[in-house]
């Protein structure tokens, strides 16, 4: 397995305020750090450098994206206005929580450029798994928008070169926040499936029209979403897997998996209100390998970085269909609501399920 990386992708800086709003209030004392921080992907690096996993991965150098490769998801009047409000020399905020500076602009052609540059190794069989370890994150950027602290889609951009090579490709999101930016790329279209599995939470802005429902079905019905209800934990989660995605994504018969992973749908997440466990994304991680025979991923959310890094070393371990788990989870002691309230995931399943196409619908 390679893991793809560059250190301009710590340029970004999205600077701080209440949470990840603009603005200190007189009433703190000190100023919260943006949650999509350089500090994150250090220590996700840290953690598959130095972890138990670190002898079976290799490590290889990104690129930066030039803008043609840009122009292939994104209109060419927004990465325009988005170069110009990189320029500076102050921060910018595009919404009310996505926010760049003088750094933004090569951190954005880094996390593209290195996303890509995954999928090459993939397509061209130099490995079957390649994980870009990128920010900032994509998965909300659409194509004339950014949102959600996503500026490029990174997910969307190794799919449509996949597809432009004549592939059938399928991409699978499980960050806690839909993955709406690449549901906006791909809607009209039924060469590229796009599935997401995420906590049920609806539009919230201007740039964030979309509400991760299940009738939002695309073209053909290529587009699923899988909503949760709050507090659904790892075995919500495979459920999802195992009886909606992966049996559609078995008829859809990908040539390539893009994978969108976040961590913020985890137990101890600030920005999520799921449960899942280090245990969870292994479980995750084993059963796309087990899918797929070639599988890009680029990084999305997690923000308590200390246990999204855990999760995250969990998911490289069933990515490697490891036979053991490396690490202890210390905390993994929440109790998980879909165990306990099997019936509201049942609910939420079937929801997914009256309104998917006949021809992806799962056989029974």
């Given at each position: ?322 036979p053991e788990p490396l690490l202890e989870d ?9 165990e306990i309230n099997p019936e509201r995931t ?19």
């Amino acid at each position: 397995m390679e893991i793809f990386w560059h250190e301009d992708c710590l340029e970004h800086d999205a600077g701080e305020g209440l949470w990840e709003l603009a603005g200190t209030p007189e009433w703190l004392d000190e100023p919260e750090r943006h949650p999509e921080s350089a500090a994150r992907l250090r220590t996700f690096r840290h953690a598959l450098r130095h972890g138990p996993v670190a002898p079976h991965l290799t490590w290889r150098e990104g690129r930066a994206a030039t803008l043609d490769e840009l122009a292939t998801v994104h209109s060419v009047e927004y990465l325009e206005r988005l170069r110009e409000a990189c320029a500076g020399p102050g921060r910018v905020a595009l919404d009310a929580n996505t926010v760049v500076g003088p750094g933004s602009w090569p951190a954005v052609l880094a996390a593209a450029g290195t996303t890509l540059e995954a999928a090459r190794a993939v397509l061209d069989g130099r490995t079957r798994v390649a994980y870009a370890l990128v920010r900032p994150p994509g998965h909300h950027a659409q194509r004339a928008s950014a949102d959600g602290y996503c500026l490029v889609n990174n997910a969307a951009l190794a799919a449509q070169a996949a597809a432009s090579a004549g592939l059938r490709v399928a991409v699978l999101d499980w960050d806690v926040h839909h993955g709406n930016g690449t549901q906006d790329v791909f809607f009209d279209r039924t060469d590229v499936l796009t599935a997401s599995i995420h906590m049920r939470h609806g539009a919230w802005g201007p740039n964030h029209r979309q509400t991760g429902a299940p009738d939002e079905v695309g073209a053909g019905g290529r587009n699923i979403n899988v909503e949760l209800s709050l507090g659904a934990g790892d075995a919500a989660h495979l459920r999802a897997l195992d009886e909606v995605v992966l049996p559609a994504l078995r008829r859809f018969r990908p040539d390539l998996l893009v994978c969108a992973s976040g961590f913020d749908g985890s137990a101890f997440d600030p920005n999520g209100r799921l449960s899942l466990t280090a245990s969870g994304y292994r479980e995750i991680g084993r059963r796309v390998a087990e899918f797929a025979d070639r599988v890009v991923l680029t990084q999305e959310g997690g923000y308590l970085r200390g246990y999204a890094a855990l999760c995250l070393h969990a998911l490289v371990e069933g990515l490697l269909r490891l036979p053991e788990p490396l690490l202890e989870d210390p905390l993994a002691y929440l109790p998980d609501d879909s165990e306990i309230n099997p019936e509201r995931t049942t609910a939420d399943l079937a929801a997914v399920l009256t309104t998917m196409s006949g021809d992806l619908r799962p056989l029974v």
